[in-house]
């Protein structure tokens, strides 16, 4: 089983970046076919961008396309997500998720971490 820990948020304003980061433990993350969701107040938990276990295809909703970019970093067991442009409606909870599958749902979750836009 492994565990996840999300880091890297905060605020920032309209056109910034950040990058957010998920670090494993108990397994490696190249296990795992690694995912980041997003939550903003009052929706619903959406998809954000996901990656291969072996790091050679990822793919991106169509919001945040061509400003965001998941990446691995496995000597450090993490998961990047560098976020650019940012706009206020990229406002909401951060979460990186792991699935031990190469489709389907995921089966790990972490905490989360806030990434506030400002106008």
């Known amino acids: 089983q492994v565990q996840l820990v999300e880091s890297g948020g905060g605020l920032v304003q309209r056109g910034g970046s950040l990058r957010v980061s998920c670090v494993g433990s108990?397994?490696?993350?190249?296990?795992?076919?690694m995912g980041w969701f997003r939550q903003a107040p009052g929706k619903e938990r959406e998809f954000v961008a996901t990656?291969?276990?072996?790091?050679?295809?990822?793919a991106y909703a169509d919001s945040v396309k061509g400003r965001f970019t998941i990446a691995r970093e496995n000597a450090k067991n993490t998961v990047h997500l560098q976020m650019n442009g940012l706009e206020p409606e990229d406002t909401a909870i951060y979460y990186c998720?792991?699935?031990?599958?190469?489709?389907?749902?995921?089966?790990?979750w972490g905490r989360g971490t806030q990434v506030t836009v400002s106008p």
């Open positions: 108990g397994r490696t993350l190249d296990s795992y076919r």
């Open positions: 998720a792991a699935s031990p599958y190469p489709i389907g749902s995921y089966n790990y």
């Open positions: 990656i291969s276990m072996d790091g050679r295809s990822s």
